[in-house]
């Protein structure tokens, strides 16, 4: 592990609180990545925006990577804030292609709810526990998710 990975207080409050969350961690640009096991993601969420000598209260984005055709497929990413310290810092978490799930964070940051429909719109993502799950910038009658790597660059017909 890299030395900057090996002193910096985020990942190390992160081991500290749950050390089996964590998959794997990285640094590009000096700014922190963190893969979390899906199951795990909402419990280092709220710990992130509690703990408070870390204080990530704000979720800027939440999007998706479609990895296809490597399996786990997707990634569901979402990038925090501390406006206290200014740190930024980047959570990814795998899942599968077959039936791409995760817990909403809309319970920890109330900013989720719209990230987290658009996420579903373009990807297929499903936000268990999102309070009104619904496609935001396409018709309800869309057929598929045109972010996926596999979606017809001419549409489906």
């Known amino acids: 592990m890299p030395a ?35 199951e795990r993601l909402r419990r280092i969420c709220e710990f992130l925006r509690d703990e408070p000598q870390l204080s990530f209260k704000y979720l800027s984005d939440a999007t998706a990577l479609d990895r296809y055709p490597s399996e786990p497929r997707f990634e569901a990413v979402y990038h925090l804030r501390s406006l206290e310290t200014g740190e930024r810092l980047r959570l990814k978490a795998r899942l599968s ?5 995760i817990d909403s964070l809309v319970p920890v940051w109330p900013a989720a709810e719209a990230f987290e429909c658009e996420v579903y719109d373009l990807f297929g993502i499903h936000f ?17 998710f045109p972010l996926r790597k596999d979606y017809p660059t001419e549409g489906y017909r």
Do not use: M, S, Y
Not at 6 to 12: A, E, F, G, K, S
């Open 97 to 101: 292609g077959d039936d791409p799930r």
């Open 4 to 38: 900057d990975l090996d002193t910096n207080l985020v990942l190390q409050k992160i081991r500290d609180f749950d050390a089996d969350a964590i998959e794997q961690a990285e640094t590009f640009r000096g700014e922190l990545t963190v893969f979390i096991r899906t």
């Open 128 to 144: 268990e526990g999102h309070p009104d799950l619904h496609r935001i910038l396409l018709p309800e009658d869309w057929e598929g």
